[in-house]
């Protein structure tokens, strides 16, 4: 389940952290997340990445990070 982020939405919250990190092993452990998100201070550019233990929130309706994230920054590409 590919998911597409937008920067310009982004305020770098964390929240889709928190939440990833909270479906693989059920507690709030950012270090344990499969995205991680990072504001450059000096220019405002806030970088994302997915990484490879992704499951997409396998068993969920839709992936916690796209349910939680409050700005919309995050959404699910649709596969043709």
């Not at 990190?21 to 997340?33: I, K, L, R």
Request: hydrophobic share 30%; aromatic share 12%.
């Amino acid at each position: 389940m590919p998911i597409r982020f937008d920067p310009t939405r982004c305020s770098s919250c964390r929240t889709c952290v928190y939440v990833c990190s909270a479906h693989h092993t059920g507690v709030f452990w950012p270090e344990m997340s499969s995205i991680q998100v990072a504001r450059d201070y000096r220019t405002g550019d806030i970088s994302w990445s997915l990484g490879p233990g992704c499951d997409g929130c396998r068993n969920e309706d839709e992936p916690w990070c796209v349910k939680y994230c409050t700005y919309e920054a995050l959404s699910v590409r649709s596969v043709p």
